[in-house]
Structures are given as C-alpha cells and as structure tokens.
C-alpha cells in the first residue's frame, strides 16, 4: 500500500506530504493532552470536530482578508493548507484574565482586562513553553521587529473577528493562541495565521451562565468536553442537530 509520507506529529496533528509541492495535509487527531502531555486522553471524535470548527474560523478569516495557511477541508479530519515555516512562537491574546495571567499576576479569573493584551511564549516542549517579551523573539532571531509588528496586527484582526463571531452566538471569548508562519510565494514572504484555531485553544465561556466551552472542561476534570464542543459548532451551525461525530460501528485500525 502507497503510504503518505508523514512529516510532523504534534500532540493533536499530523502532518503529512500534500497532493501538490507546496502544500500539506493537516490531521487532527482524537487525542487531548494538558500540562505538556502530562495528562492524555482520547476523546472519541473531538479531531473530527475541531477539524470543522478551525476550517470554519480560517475560511472566515481568509474571506475578510486575514491571511492564513487554510485552503480547504478534505474529509472528516483532514484539511488541506500551504506549507509554511512556523514562527516557534504561541501568540496569545487576552481579554479576560484566566489561566496563567491570572495565576501570575493574582487577578481573578473573569476579570475583563482594560484592553486586550497580547503576550508571547517560545515554543519548547522540554522548557514548558516559557513566556518571553519582544527583546528575546529579535534577540534570538526568532522573529524580526517587522514579523512582529505584522503578527501583533494579525493578533488584533483575528481578536476583532473572533470576539464578534462568538458574541453572536452567546460565547465570550475569554482568550485564545494562535501560531504564525512564514509563507513564501516567488521571492514574496508574508506571514499568515496557521496550525488551528478550535475550543483547544481558545477559553470561551457562555455568555449566561459563563460555563466553559473549551479544554479547560478536560484539564480542570470537569467532563463534558465532547459535549461543549458540540455545542460550540451547533452554535456557528457547523454541525446538524441529529449529527454526531462519535464513532459506534467498526473502526479503521491505524
Ligand atoms: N493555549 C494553547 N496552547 C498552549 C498554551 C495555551 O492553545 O500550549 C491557549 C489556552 O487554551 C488559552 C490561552 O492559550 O486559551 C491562554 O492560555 P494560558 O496562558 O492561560 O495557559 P494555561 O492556563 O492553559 O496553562
């Protein structure tokens, strides 16, 4: 059997060789993990799920005009994207202090933030992914003063656009991470928004009764992660009513 060459496994993804040069196929798998894979599950069919959310927010994202890695989605877990040299940055944005700002800096969670606030942290499983400022991204050579002038732009559009998508439809966006890539066309670079944006990495919380739609449900053990998924794509009307995404017949074995 001809099998597609694999390229990059993270803790949710796969990434194997695209149809064509230039492009990928991003996998999303079953797979939840927090604290660094210090606690793992399977959860039956969030992959499926966050594969329809994150296409769902990136094809809106390209419509308005931000540019990310998304072409389109080819089947249940998969979709297509361009190749592009990640920026080892996680770009977060805040409105709403919780999780680690709120440890740090002893604010409760809840709080709304005087504006939103962006904040960076390298990318490095072995060192627990440590926050670093804008002296250490150009000091390193991570990214230059340019790079992050356009990734703190792109931060703020993608801020503007989701706070607005999720207020519709009763969800505070409490806050989120995205990752930024390189993407090169000719001699042309631009950087675009990349890797997924889905209820693991962003907080988002009901507008009434501020119960948690996102991974803090799987990291603080409080259950029905699948269900507030669910719940977040049956709002955007990415999902039908009826259709479920866990798998009760036979499974392909992998
Ligand atoms: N986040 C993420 N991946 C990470 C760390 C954080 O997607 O490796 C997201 C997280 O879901 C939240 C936001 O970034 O929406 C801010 O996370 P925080 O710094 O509060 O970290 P945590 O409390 O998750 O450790």
Same mark, same amino acid.
């Given at each position: 059997m001809n099998r597609r060459r694999r390229i990059y496994e993270g803790k949710g993804k796969i990434l194997y060789e695209g149809p064509e040069p230039g492009t990928l196929v991003q996998h999303f798998k079953d797979d939840a993990t927090a604290f660094n894979n210090k606690k793992h599950e399977i959860i039956d069919g969030k992959g499926v799920l966050n594969n329809r959310i994150s296409e769902y927010? &990136?094809? +809106?994202? $390209?419509?308005? !005009?931000?540019?990310? +890695? &998304?072409?389109?989605r080819l089947n249940m877990r998969e979709q297509l994207i361009r190749e592009v040299e990640i920026i080892p940055l996680e770009v977060v944005v805040r409105n709403v202090a919780a999780g680690s700002l709120s440890k740090r800096l002893g604010i409760d969670e809840g709080t709304a933030l005087p504006r939103s606030i962006i904040e960076f942290y390298y990318k490095a499983d072995e060192l627990d992914d440590p926050m670093v400022s804008e002296e250490h991204v150009t000091a390193f050579g991570w990214a230059t003063p340019q790079e992050i002038d356009d990734i703190m732009s792109l931060a703020?559009? *993608? $801020? /503007? &656009?989701?706070?607005g998508l999720f207020l519709g439809v !009763?969800?505070?966006? *409490? /806050? &989120? =991470?995205?990752?930024? !890539?390189?993407?090169?066309?000719?001699?042309?670079m631009r950087i675009v928004v990349a890797d997924e944006i889905s209820p693991d990495s962003c907080r988002l919380w009901d507008?009434?009764?501020? /119960? =948690?739609?996102? =991974? /803090?449900r799987f990291r603080r053990d409080l259950g029905g992660m699948l269900e507030a998924y669910q719940e977040v794509a049956r709002r955007l009307g990415i999902m039908n009513e009826n259709e479920t995404v866990t798998h009760s017949g036979p499974r392909l074995v992998q």
């Open positions: 927010i &990136f094809e +809106h994202l $390209n419509t308005i !005009g931000i540019p990310t +890695h &998304f072409i389109r703020i559009r *993608v $801020n /503007d &656009f989701l706070t !009763g969800i505070r966006l *409490v /806050d &989120f =991470k995205i990752e930024c !890539g390189r993407h090169w066309e000719n001699e042309m507008i009434e009764t501020n /119960d =948690k739609m996102d =991974k /803090d």
